[in-house]
Each structure stands twice: as C-alpha cells, then as structure tokens.
C-alpha cells in the first residue's frame, strides 16, 4: 500500500471484475477496484485514487472513497 492515495486518470470505460487502464504517473497501468464488489461506473478521464500495486496492477477507488 501506499502511505497516501495517489491520483490517477482512467483511460477506458471501467467493467465490474476486468482489468482497466489508469494513467499514472505519466504511464499506462492495468488496473481493478480496490473493493471488488463495489458498484461503480467509471468513465474515460475521471480521477481515481490509486490505493496500492499488486504486481503490475494498481488497485484503485473512485475519488470519493473514503
């Protein structure tokens, strides 16, 4: 994990239980819901929290997440 949250960018449309792009950092990164179950939609060029890295994916929750 992260000491904080970092912001990232998502770069396609998110579906539930598949792997996603965020920018982050100035590269392109898989990624999934921190909270795989949460209910979310999540479109190109909105902000995300990125949480932690699980190898080389980034575990990210939308900007409301608490």
């Known amino acids: 994990m992260f000491s904080e949250p970092i912001q990232g ?3 396609c449309a998110v579906a539930q ?10 590269s392109y990164w898989f990624a999934r819901l921190y909270q795989p ?6 479109q190109p060029g909105e ?7 699980q190898g080389i994916t980034l575990l990210v929750a939308p900007t409301a997440f608490g």
């Open 9 to 11: 960018v998502v770069d």
């Open 17 to 26: 239980g598949r792997l996603w792009r965020v920018k982050f950092q100035g």
């Open 37 to 42: 179950n949460e209910q979310v939609t999540m």
């Open 47 to 53: 902000p995300v929290k990125v949480i932690a890295m």
